[in-house]
């Protein structure tokens, strides 16, 4: 008799793909803060970044005669909700317009957590894979129970003698330090009475994958853009779609690699994203799928994911009565 393996076909779902530009260009990530500041703050922020904007777009041209580039903008509805939609949206967009941008695709920060009933950001949580440093023996508490994820090995816990000296204290190391360790330990979430919290650099992480064209649920792709068909936007945010479509644009929402444009402040963010990035098990078939076709393009994309992602940080105008008396 010879043995046969009996499977069933829906055990395994099928990683569905979805289409892809060959950049992601996000024109804003901006706070609640910067909406409060009115329009004016907002139009200098889209005219600055017109002129990193162009820039981009010329250097993807090197690549390729005709880029496909999207664009993107991301609104912080998770952390504060600010004014409503059909106030802040309009004032955006007519900002943008001013500058001579068009945003294609508008996001809510808070479907970077739970996005059409699928929890996101727990999903790729459980997908961390944490970098082990060396000489380590699991005395560490895994990230999921600690909510903080580093990029190498922290200061061990150090006793004190008697006379009250530090005895046997060490640095911390970076696992992949050349010469020099620059080390990082990034808090993922935060619990207040039972409820999570997830960090702006987590949030921004699953962002990045999603415009990357790499996160799925059971196969499926999340985060797909809806048109917005009403003259007019909701008053509610829940009543938004978690990404929705705001121009004609032949281009996809995802893309090959990603460029973002934002004030310099958010530099930490960004650099905390990218170590979140290199401690991610992304989707297998989700990565075929990009290298295959970036490949098919003579495109092709860097192995590691946060190579993908490239950022230009331009410096905020300062205050004006601090200009005036220096």
């Known amino acids: 008799m010879t043995d046969t393996a009996f499977r069933e076909t829906t055990a395994e779902p099928v990683t569905k793909s979805v289409p892809l530009a060959h950049l992601s260009l996000e024109l804003g990530h901006l706070y609640m803060e910067d909406f409060e500041a009115g329009p004016k703050r907002l139009g200098e922020h889209f005219a600055e970044v017109r002129v990193w904007a162009d820039a981009v777009r010329a250097s993807a041209a090197r690549r390729s005669k005709r880029p496909r580039i999207s664009t993107c903008f991301l609104i912080d509805d998770y952390f504060t909700r600010f004014s409503t939609p059909a106030e802040l949206i309009p004032m955006i967009l007519k900002e943008a317009e001013k500058a001579g941008l068009v945003i294609d695709y508008l996001a809510r920060e808070s479907s970077c957590a739970v996005a059409d009933r699928i929890e996101l950001a727990e999903s790729v949580m459980h997908r961390l894979v944490e970098s082990p440093p060396p000489g380590s023996y699991g005395s560490r508490p895994p990230v999921s129970q600690t909510g903080w994820l580093a990029n190498g090995q922290r200061t061990p816990s150090t006793s004190r003698s008697a006379l009250g000296a530090v005895k046997g204290w060490e640095p911390p190391q970076e696992t992949a330090a050349r010469n020099h360790s620059v080390f990082m330990d990034v808090e993922l979430w935060s619990e207040k009475d039972g409820k999570r919290l997830w960090s702006c650099p987590f949030l921004a992480a ?38 929705t479509r705001l ?28 170590l979140i990035l290199d401690q991610t098990d992304v989707d297998a078939g989700a990565l075929q799928q990009v290298a295959e076709r970036s490949a098919a393009e003579r495109m092709p994309v860097p192995a590691a994911v946060a190579q993908r992602a490239t950022y230009v940080f331009y410096e905020e105008p300062g205050d004006s009565s601090e200009a005036e008396e220096t």
């Open 206 to 243: 699953v962002w990045q994958l999603a415009r990357l064209g790499l996160l799925r649920h059971l196969g499926e792709p999340v985060l797909v853009p809806k048109d917005w068909e009403g003259e007019d936007f909701p008053h509610d945010w829940d009543r938004l779609p978690p990404l």
């Open 247 to 274: 121009s004609d644009t032949k281009a996809a929402f995802s893309a090959y690699r990603t460029c973002t444009l934002m004030p310099n402040r958010f530099l930490a963010v960004e650099d905390a994203v990218r």
